[in-house]
């Protein structure tokens, strides 16, 4: 095997390498040095290889970098988004499966050691994220991602996003109707808010309407 060009990159981070197969894959522009990477040398395998893992995990880490700018992440959410985007990579670049795996827990320890990954921070996204969710959704929400936080009810918070549920959604309905009022209360109660809050923010809503 060998490298027959090193193409420059609209990214200035990044080159492209080409091989006698045909093949190319992107690589860091810093790894062309610390590999010692020149055209028209007969590569070992283990040369090969060494190539395709730096590659792999340059293009891991620059994912990564780029979705937790995007918003706060935990390890979890990384992971399921990595598995999406390694079977994008391997089906373009045709890496092997092997070097994928082990490069991506590299990459994970890397994030984990800067520090990138903060779940009070992703908390607190979520929370903006989904303004009108109850707690309790919420937090069935987070632990389904593997968060071990959990937001604390607030009874005010909680009666005033049910107040703004009905007034969105429920505005022409007739409250003083028990069927249609028992039907409102049990779909506001599969949403994960308790009992007590929607009865009392029915009972608000209809006072002040």
């Known amino acids: 095997m060998q490298i027959v060009a090193i193409n420059p990159s609209r990214r200035s981070s990044q080159v492209w390498l080409k091989f006698d197969d045909q093949s190319f894959i992107p690589l860091r522009v810093d790894d062309i040095v610390i590999l010692k990477i020149k055209k028209l040398i007969d590569l070992s395998d283990d040369q090969y290889q060494n190539i395709l893992s730096h590659s792999v995990r340059f293009l891991l880490l620059e994912y990564c970098l780029r979705q937790i700018a995007s918003s706060p992440k935990v390890e979890s959410i990384l992971r399921r988004k990595l598995r ?3 079977q994008k990579i391997i089906k373009k670049y045709n890496y092997p499966s092997d ?7 590299k990459v994970i320890n ?3 050691e800067l520090n990138l990954l903060d779940e009070q921070k992703y908390v607190d996204y979520v929370v903006r994220k989904y303004p009108k969710k109850s ?5 069935y929400l987070l632990n389904s991602f593997g968060v071990s936080q959990k937001i604390n009810v607030s009874s005010d ?3 005033t996003k049910i ?3 009905i007034t969105k959604k429920y505005k022409s309905v007739d409250l003083a109707d028990y069927n249609t009022k028992n039907k409102i ?3 506001l109660y599969r949403k994960g808010f308790a009992l007590e809050f929607i009865k ?3 009972d608000e809503y209809q006072k002040v309407g």
């Open 163 to 165: 107040k703004e549920i």
């Open 157 to 159: 918070t909680e009666i």
């Open 185 to 187: 209360i049990s779909s």
């Open 99 to 105: 070097t994928i795996i082990t490069e991506l827990e």
């Open 200 to 202: 009392t923010a029915i």
């Open 84 to 86: 999406i985007y390694n």
């Open 110 to 112: 890397k994030i984990n």
């Open 135 to 139: 707690v309790s959704e919420i937090n």
